[in-house]
């Protein structure tokens, strides 16, 4: 038998037999191939398995929602929906019965911008959306936040992305567990700003995909305008608790009265996060000393630079309390390079900048100096000491591009009480601004 031929095959004949019976049994091949893949791929296989429908029927998608916190003020409530729509760059609430009666929501806190859903009822479901739900996309849960000011780093790191991470982790339960990577967040600012977060701030886009790894969406994206999502649980809203920035000078009360601070275990959670993801590591300090002062300076260039650093630097060293002292400018370091400076920080002397949300990152017993100067002119140790431009105006005065010398007479004390702080406080934020 092993010296016979073995028979010959037609390779149309086989052919047409594979293709028989891959039709016969598309199903059961289909199923095979979902066991292979969240066998051997894991979890992340199965979820992105889970976003892909066939076909829904969008009667049956019937939306909801509830208020977890509404005290009666838009910019306090926050709402959680159930089976929201995403279609053409909209948000729909599909119903059967009576209209739903969805409660005014605010979703900035710098401008009065408000949360937009349009109800719909099931006989009025356009055709286009019905031949766009043949090939939906199912989100288990989502974030809807306005990003104002997002490519500022400031502005993009410390409100923007925690936003996200403030709705999902207090209102959705999504707070860093391993079901985070089924939280998608969605972008509804109008008008929307193309300018992406990965093309021009990568900072913000990497800790975003540390916080919840998966997709993220901005609603007026050309790219998903034509397809369905279906957002099986969404939360939008401010909340009360919510002044990550104190707002402009004529801001600052109306801030005060409408938001607390920040709950501190949300935030903790958030810089926990991000400390996590990035692997920092924070050495022992001594609160007795002797300390590791930073300078953080801006480039000439861009204002507000301390065109005296050096001297600065050189007073400092002289002072028994320090071990070393350092300049560093943030405009070339990526974002870990950048926390990695903060964290290894026990008193940071810098000016106003959006820099200064990495001080989230410094460890838990620090001193934070923050801009001030005094000029012989009484008008600009007015301008750098209380914000106060001169009459007349200043070139450069009112966007902030005015570069300053610091006063060594006034810097050494205000040291010498950081210094002592240091054994007596976890954190301090010192007001170095005479009166």
Known sequence: MAD????????KSQHDAVQSFCAANARKLALLLVLFLTSSLGLGAKLWLDTKETSVSLDQILG?????????????????FKNLVMFQGQLFYIYSDAP??????????HHDFHFEVTPVHVSAISPEMHAAATQPETIQAATLTWRQWHLNYYHGLGESVFEVH????????????ANSTQLAPIFIERPGDQASWAQFLPA???ALKCLFPG???????????????????????IGPFNRKWRGFFEQGDEFKKSY????????KAYRERLIKCYKLQYKKLDPAGPFQVTIVNRAYHAGRHMVNSLEVTQKLQEMPQVSSTRVVYMEPLSFKEQIKVYASSQVLLMTHGAALVNIMFMPERFV????????PADQKAALLETGTCPPGGLPGCDDMRLNFAVDWNLLHPAMQIAFEDMNSKHSHVLDTVQG
């Open 260 to 267: 607390g601070p920040v709950d501190r275990s949300v935030a």
């Open 64 to 80: 909801s929602h509830e208020c977890p916190f509404d005290d009666g003020v838009p910019a306090h409530r926050v709402c959680v």
């Open 215 to 237: 997709p993220n969406y901005f609603i007026g994206d050309e790219r998903v305008k034509n397809k369905v999502f279906v957002l099986k649980t969404s939360a939008a809203g």
């Open 368 to 375: 934070f100096l923050p801009e001030y100067a005094a000029l």
């Open 204 to 206: 913000a886009e990497t």
């Open 166 to 177: 403030a709705l999902a982790c207090k209102w959705l339960h999504y707070c860093g567990g």
């Open 100 to 109: 739903p009666e969805i409660p005014d929501i605010q979703v900035n806190f």
């Open 4 to 11: 016979e031929a073995l028979p010959l095959v037609d390779p």
